[in-house]
């Protein structure tokens, strides 16, 4: 699979102190990459260093399988922390001008004001814009060189619900119909869950984790937790029931995660077995449990 990004062993201190810890991640071509973890984890010094605005202490940065930033131009573009806007020039004007600045092609100007929703708002200056709107004219600059690869920077943090879907249907919309990546960082776990193809989980400059969307689905899904005496023996019962590998035993507890309605069969077995069963309940994480969990939160 090709890979869009590919960090390896990325290093960053500030005054000796660690704000990168070898960071190595792999993004893939098609991807929404969802970066998460808690204010002051690493996610916007990561992307700074990725995108060569801050020096790396150690580590490699590679885009579309082996080119440097210097390779990439255009294709890559961001929306690092606030856009900056001509805040007395239109959505329009403004685009013209970055497209000068960039030197990139002017002619698709309408276009992609259209793709970010942002078609219709005339000779209205960008001062008077919501900031969703802002955001969205933000996302629009990025686009001006027609990019494969976006890295969005909490694009959503301060927006209204409102303003949150717009943005969150303007990611899937570029990704769908122009086949762009995507790094998008938060800390709204739910929000990023509703788009996100693959997660990258940060902690204290130290990326511990990357996940398939679908397999955090799996572990965040409807679960049996059962309480017993003598879990080996029932894991071992139960097993006869239920596929080996949706039973798990976590903190001395049996956990069934397929087949929760058959949970008085379950009972009734180990019951049978001689084994003293002290609870039987269902359960579920949300993201923002498991991603506490993992960090030990």
Do not use: W
Not at 64 to 89: C, Q
Not at 173 to 183: D, G, R, S
């Amino acid at each position: 699979m090709e890979s869009v990004l590919k960090t390896n062993g990325i290093i960053k201190k500030y005054s000796g102190n660690t704000v990168l810890n070898g960071i190595s991640m792999n993004i893939h071509k098609g991807d929404i990459y969802g970066f998460i973890g808690k204010n002051g984890a690493g996610k916007t010094t990561l992307m700074r260093v990725v995108l060569s605005l801050t020096p790396k202490n150690a580590g490699e940065v590679s885009f579309f399988d082996n080119k440097k930033i210097e390779e990439v131009g255009l294709k890559v573009g961001s929306l690092i922390e606030s856009p900056g806007l001509y805040k007395n020039a239109s959505a329009y004007e403004n685009l013209k001008r970055f497209s000068i600045i960039y030197g990139a092609d002017d002619s698709k100007i309408n276009e992609i004001l259209k793709l970010v929703g942002l078609s219709n708002t005339g000779k209205r200056k960008a001062k008077d814009f919501s900031l969703g709107m802002k955001q969205r004219l933000g996302i629009a600059i990025a686009l001006l060189g027609d990019p494969e690869f976006l890295l969005l920077d909490e694009p959503i943090n301060g927006l209204d619900p409102e303003g949150i879907k717009e943005i969150r249907d303007v990611i899937l919309k570029l990704n769908k119909e122009k086949n762009i990546t995507f790094l998008i960082s938060s800390h709204l776990l739910d929000e990023l869950s509703k788009i996100a193809t693959r997660f990258g989980i940060i902690n204290n400059g130290v990326l511990i984790e990357e996940i398939e969307a679908k397999e955090l689905k799996n572990k965040c899904k409807n679960k049996l937790i059962i309480e017993c005496d003598n879990t080996s023996k029932a894991k071992d019962i139960l097993s006869k029931l239920v596929k080996k590998e949706d039973i798990v035993i976590n903190n001395n507890n049996i956990e069934i995660h397929s087949h929760l309605e058959k949970s008085a069969d379950y009972n009734k077995k180990l019951v049978d077995a001689g084994i003293s069963v002290t609870a039987l309940y269902t359960s579920f994480d949300s993201l923002e449990e498991y991603f506490m969990k993992r960090i030990g939160g």
